[in-house]
C-alpha cells in the first residue's frame, strides 16, 4: 500500500469517527466488533442496526462512490445485540471503471476503524444445479478469475506479507458460526465456491460450463478483490452470497439486472435475520 493511500485512509477512518463523535455516540470508543459490506439491494439490514446513523460516501474523504442500482453508498455505524457494527451501503465494482485500490478503499477503511471481522455480501448467479432464487449460500472458497490483485505494486511489511496465505480465506470460525445462526433463526444455508469475473456483461452459457468443471457453485462481479485485501491485513472474512438468479443457460430466462433487486427484495427479511444472529454472535465481547 502507498504511502499515499495510506494518508487517504487516514483522512477518511478520521472523518468517519469525527461524526460519531459530533453526533454524540461513543461507537469508537472500542474497536467496532463487525464490518459488514451489503451488496446489491441487500442494503436495508443497514438501515435496521439500533441507534443508526448514516453518513454518505459523498462527504468521506476519498471515498469512491457506487454508481450501480441497488447500492445506495452510504456508511452506517449502529449496533447489533449491543456490539458496534460499520456497515458499508453498497460497493464500488472494477467494472464502474474505478482502479483496484478504489475497489477495496471500502474495506481497508473497514479495517482502518478496527473491525477485527468483515462479513461481506453480495447477489452472485447460480450455477448449482439445485440452486434457486432466493437461495444463500455460504462461501467456503473462491476463484479469482477477475485477472487483478488488489495487492500488485509495492508491499509495505507493517500492514501485512508480501505473499499472504490463502488457504483459509474465509474464516472457519466464522463459518461455523454462521451456521449455528441459521439453525438458530431457521433459515437455510447451501454452502459453496464462488467465482469472481471482471463484468460487467452476464457470462455466456459456455462460461458458465466452463465455470461449473472448473468447480464453482456461484458466480459474481464483487467481493474476491476485498477477500485478498482483507486477509492481507489480518481481518477475519466470512461472506454470503444472494442466489438471485440462475446463471446464462441454466434456464431458458435471459439475465436482468431488475430481476437480482427483485429477488433481493424477496428474501431480506430472512437475510436481515439472519445477518442480525451471526453479527450477535461474534460481537458480544466488544460490545460498547
Known amino acids: 500500500m502507498s504511502e499515499m493511500l495510506s494518508a487517504e485512509l487516514?483522512?477518511?477512518?478520521?472523518?468517519?469517527?469525527?461524526?460519531?463523535?459530533?453526533?454524540?455516540?461513543?461507537?469508537?470508543?472500542?474497536?467496532?466488533a463487525v464490518g459488514v459490506v451489503l451488496g446489491s439491494g441487500?442494503?436495508?439490514?443497514?438501515?435496521?442496526?439500533?441507534?443508526?446513523?448514516?453518513v454518505p460516501y459523498a462527504e468521506i474523504p476519498h471515498m469512491p462512490r457506487p454508481s450501480v442500482s441497488g447500492h445506495a453508498g452510504n456508511l452506517c455505524v449502529g449496533a447489533v445485540s449491543g456490539a458496534t457494527v460499520v456497515a458499508?451501503?453498497?460497493?464500488?465494482?472494477?467494472?464502474?471503471?474505478?482502479?483496484?485500490?478504489?475497489?477495496?478503499?471500502?474495506?481497508?477503511?473497514l479495517a482502518k476503524l478496527g473491525c477485527?471481522?468483515?462479513?461481506?455480501?453480495?447477489?452472485?448467479?447460480?450455477?448449482?444445479?439445485t440452486f434457486r432464487p432466493g437461495t444463500l449460500m455460504l462461501l467456503s472458497d473462491h476463484l479469482n478469475l477477475t485477472a487483478r490483485n488488489p495487492l500488485t505494486g509495492p508491499n509495505d511489511e507493517q500492514l501485512g506479507p508480501r505473499f499472504p496465505d490463502m488457504t483459509r480465506a474465509y474464516d472457519p470460525e466464522l463459518a461455523a458460526t454462521a451456521r449455528a445462526a441459521a439453525e438458530a433463526v431457521g433459515v437455510a444455508l447451501e454452502e459453496g465456491v464462488y467465482a469472481a469475473l471482471p463484468g460487467p456483461s452476464y457470462e455466456t452459457?459456455?462460461?458458465?460450463?466452463m465455470l461449473r468443471t472448473l468447480g464453482a457453485d456461484?458466480?459474481?462481479?464483487?467481493?474476491?478483490?476485498?477477500?485478498?485485501?482483507?486477509?492481507h491485513l489480518g481481518v477475519r472474512v466470512g461472506a454470503i452470497s444472494c442466489i438471485t438468479n440462475m446463471a446464462a443457460g441454466m434456464t431458458s430466462e435471459l439475465l436482468d439486472h431488475?430481476?437480482?433487486?427483485?429477488?433481493?427484495?424477496?428474501?431480506?427479511?430472512?437475510?436481515?435475520?439472519?445477518?442480525a444472529d451471526w453479527i450477535g454472535r461474534i460481537g458480544p465481547s466488544q460490545a460498547v
Open 205 to 209: 452459457p459456455a462460461e458458465i460450463r
Open 258 to 275: 431488475a430481476e437480482v433487486e427483485r429477488t433481493a427484495s424477496a428474501v431480506r427479511d430472512k437475510f436481515v435475520e439472519l445477518l
Open 116 to 129: 477485527g471481522s468483515v462479513l461481506l455480501t453480495n447477489a452472485a448467479g447460480g450455477i448449482r444445479e
Open 42 to 54: 441487500l442494503g436495508s439490514f443497514g438501515d435496521t442496526l439500533a441507534d443508526v446513523v448514516k
Open 10 to 32: 487516514d483522512a477518511a477512518c478520521g472523518f468517519a469517527q469525527s461524526c460519531s463523535t459530533r453526533l454524540r455516540l461513543a461507537r469508537f470508543a472500542k474497536a467496532p
Open 218 to 231: 456461484a458466480v459474481g462481479m464483487s467481493t474476491v478483490p476485498e477477500v485478498i485485501a482483507l486477509r
Open 88 to 109: 458499508l451501503q453498497g460497493r464500488s465494482h472494477l467494472y464502474e471503471g474505478h482502479p483496484m485500490d478504489a475497489t477495496v478503499f471500502g474495506v481497508r477503511l
